[in-house]
């Protein structure tokens, strides 16, 4: 970040704009320029400003924070063009024209310092043709860097170097993007669509033809290769109409047009249908409706038949059922490809082609199998890139049916198995196509696995909840792994056995994941609600009792314990997040007290936690029922945080606590944190006591429900729900001159979720959330 303080992005579009937001989100200054409008409207900055609005209003949100804005200077190429110059890096994001971009370059260089690099976003133009008649100092510090959009969720940054690019510029961006952006980097070569396009454009426009030559269905095909053949869950269509079909219809042309030696150009060749679907400006979200169309009675789809829409189609197919309950994606994709029904069939012809095609286009896009499987993961949601699906499959077994459909994959992966290496990936080595041989996985020294903890004899502790591994100089991690890392009886257990192990073998302590999309959903209703249909409000008290406990004996150990929130925080998870002496927080934390949703309260110390946060050191004088209305409506409304900078706003984290914008350093950066805690002298923190509005202030809270439900706006259970929330924050019956130490409101929270339970209309919402994963407002 030292070395690149100022950035500057030319041309304030959806990508440009989408990268400035990141770039102030990771800290760093901007100046986002864009062309004069030609009829002068809004003054001569207005496409700039107008860019840097759109990405503030724009869903998903662009920015950590709107804050972040701030760091956003706008301008215009003809007036500012100057100061772009003086930048620590200029990245040109405007029209993907060849002649526009040369003019711009040409301009660009005489008024570049001499520190000054310049990247190009284009997805494809060739590097040579960009810096035609360009100076050998300038092509020396040219580049691409090739973010995927939406920039801010997108992990793929790829790198691409000219031939004339000093190769120790494109590892400084190379560590910018890493480490600074939180970007995964994949180095490819100046070829048509680099990597990730590449590759992913050729396995949709293959499907997309067998598709439609083999009359499936659009719901037919998006059931296929979602999930179950670890896609992302928007599968092939849906995900076309969010990028839209232009862009995909450009990616194709793009590539027929210069890959005249490629042995599957013929699968560029975009197929009359979609051509006439981007002339009836059928391009998808951008435009209103693509292969889909969201209308007043729901969502309607593409008849390739009649080029209609009509009502969507529940498909059937039982090589799809069968991968029902699969939670291993390698075990998903070969029960599909050994299936005899159409689905099967499809999946794999397109599976088989989109293997062979990868395999020959080593050193030829990028170097080595590594940065395509990377690519296809980080730019295209695959949950395995092609390499990783080889192996899952079964290396020879790949070879022998590619043989059957008469598929030809390159020479060099027979090579590979005759020589006696069966597998792409083995023991944290590839195999490397050039060498030909095996090499390490390239990893940066900031990620920490704990995979790799458990294959070294690092575990120390382990449940059917959690286990605790030994990650090294004396720093322990305890990692969760039920379904969706949700708290039960073990994991509460594991809490405590892990703190009081840390206390007598360890320095410190981390509470983390490897890699899981949640930190933790929170408790497991289930056995809430199974507890309460039995009448044993006992067991729910002793568990939640139990939970206070052990997330106070995480606050309070006598060694520094280090939560590592990601992801899904919510209810329990979150308040385990809160209870660690410091967090260390990926930038990408969806955090918040969601309980009210399924008709309770916070119990494990998430009320205690934030009344503390914010009154602990309010001064006595002062009136604590702003506060306590700030807290009650945070949680009541079940608010979630959309950042890390937001749960810190939220007070879910503390103002010392950091953020790591690469999710793969997160558990190593809490371990640093752990260690300078540990080095620094570590003494656990104090109780915390808080003077509260006692019952004027629960008053208050009730008649305002009160009013909202005779308004309408709340339900009757929302009122009982909402008043026993009210009850807990307003410190119940006490004075408001006693201060209130954090075990009475520990107290008033168990005693007000037992309550809850006790309710019928609360048990119909946690069962309503566990069958249809969504609230219910009754």
């Known amino acids: 970040m030292a070395e690149f303080k100022k950035v500057a992005v030319l041309g304030a579009g959806v990508m440009g704009s989408g990268i400035a937001a990141h770039l102030a989100g990771a800290g760093i200054e901007v100046l986002l320029l864009d062309i004069v409008p030609p009829d002068g409207k809004g003054g001569r900055n207005a496409f700039a400003q107008g860019g840097k609005d759109r990405a503030l209003k724009s869903k998903p949100a662009a920015f950590f924070t709107a804050r972040d804005a701030d760091l956003i200077s706008v301008g215009n190429l003809e007036d500012d063009l100057d100061k772009a110059g003086k930048t620590d890096l200029v990245i ?43 100076s050998p100092s300038m092509r020396k510090r040219f580049l691409v860097t090739h973010f995927f959009n939406p920039v801010r969720y997108m992990k793929l940054l790829e790198i691409i170097s000219g031939k004339d690019t000093d190769p120790a510029i494109a590892d400084k961006v190379a560590r910018f993007g890493q480490d600074v952006l939180g970007k995964g980097i994949v180095f490819g070569k100046d070829t048509p669509n680099f990597v990730a396009n590449r590759i992913g454009v050729f396995a949709m426009m293959h499907l997309i033809k067998l598709a439609i030559d083999g009359g499936y269905t659009i719901e037919e095909v998006d059931a296929i290769f979602g999930s179950p053949m670890g896609r992302p869950k928007s599968a092939v269509f849906r995900t076309a109409d969010v990028v839209g079909l232009d862009t995909i219809i450009h990616v194709a042309n793009n590539c027929y047009e210069s890959l005249t030696g490629d042995e599957r150009r013929e699968d560029f060749h975009v197929p009359v249908l979609l051509n006439q679907m981007a002339e009836k400006k059928m391009l998808g979200d951008k435009t209103g409706g693509g292969f889909m169309k969201k209308t007043p009675e729901g969502i309607v789809t593409l008849d390739f038949k009649t080029m209609q829409y009509r009502p969507q189609q529940k498909t059937k197919f039982a090589s799809v059922g069968a991968t029902k309950g699969v939670s291993d994606v390698g075990e998903r994709i070969r029960k599909i490809l050994a299936g005899d029904d159409r689905a099967a069939d499809l999946a794999r012809k397109v599976t088989y082609a989109t293997l062979a095609y990868s395999s020959n286009r080593i050193g030829e896009i990028a170097d080595d199998l590594v940065n395509i499987d990377r690519g296809m993961r980080w730019g295209f949601g695959w949950d395995v890139g092609p390499f990783e699906t080889w192996d899952a499959i079964g290396v020879q077994h790949g070879l022998d049916e590619m043989a059957k459909l008469g598929i030809q994959p390159a020479p060099w992966v027979a090579e590979m198995v005759k020589s006696g290496r069966t597998s792409f990936y083995s023991d944290g080595s590839y195999w490397d196509v050039t060498s030909k041989s095996a090499k390490p996985v390239p990893t940066s020294p900031r990620e920490l696995s704990l995979p790799a903890a458990r294959k070294k004899g690092g575990v120390v502790f382990e449940n059917d909840g959690a286990t605790l591994y030994d990650i090294g100089d004396r720093i322990a991690c305890l990692e969760l792994h039920t379904k969706m890392n949700a708290i039960d009886a073990d994991v509460i257990a594991a809490l405590y056995k892990s703190v009081d192990l840390a206390e007598k073998q360890f320095d410190g302590l981390v509470v983390g994941n490897h890699d899981t999309t949640a930190f933790s959903a929170g408790a497991n209703i289930f056995l809430v609600l199974m507890a309460a249909g039995q009448g044993n409000w006992k067991a729910i008290e002793d568990m939640t009792r139990q939970l206070q406990d052990a997330l106070m004996r995480l606050r309070y150990a006598h060694v520094p314990t280090v939560t590592a929130p990601f992801g899904l925080a919510l209810g329990g998870g979150a308040e385990i997040a809160m209870h660690g002496a410091a967090a260390r927080a990926s930038a990408e934390l969806y955090m918040g007290l969601v309980e009210a949703g399924v008709g309770l309260i916070p119990a494990g110390g998430g009320c205690k936690e934030l009344l503390a946060r914010h009154l602990d050191a309010y001064p006595d004088d002062a009136d604590p029922f702003v506060m306590v209305k700030k807290i009650f409506m945070q949680i009541a409304l079940g608010k979630v945080s959309m950042s890390a900078e937001e749960a810190r706003a939220m007070g879910m984290l503390s103002q010392s606590d950091g953020v790591s914008f690469n999710r793969d350093f997160l558990l190593s950066d809490a371990k640093q944190t752990a260690l300078g805690m540990a080095r620094a002298g570590y003494r656990p923190p104090r109780h915390r006591t808080m003077r509260l509005p006692g019952a004027s202030g629960y008053a208050t809270l009730r008649s305002t429900l009160q009013m909202m439900h005779e308004a309408h706006q709340i339900s009757a259970h929302d009122v009982i729900v909402g008043s026993k929330l009210a009850w807990v924050l307003s410190g119940g019956q006490t004075a408001p001159s006693v201060r209130m130490h954090e075990q009475q409101i520990l107290d008033l929270e168990r005693e007000a979720f037992l309550s809850l339970t006790g309710e019928e209309k609360t048990r119909e919402r946690m069962q309503y959330m566990l069958m249809n994963n969504k609230p219910l407002r009754n």
Not at 107 to 132: D, F
């Open 92 to 134: 040109e994001v405007v029209k993907e024209d060849l002649a526009v971009k040369k003019a711009l370059f040409a301009k660009l260089e005489p008024l570049l310092a001499e520190h000054t690099i310049v990247a190009s976003n284009t997805s494809g133009l060739p590097i040579a043709n960009m810096m035609e008649g360009r």
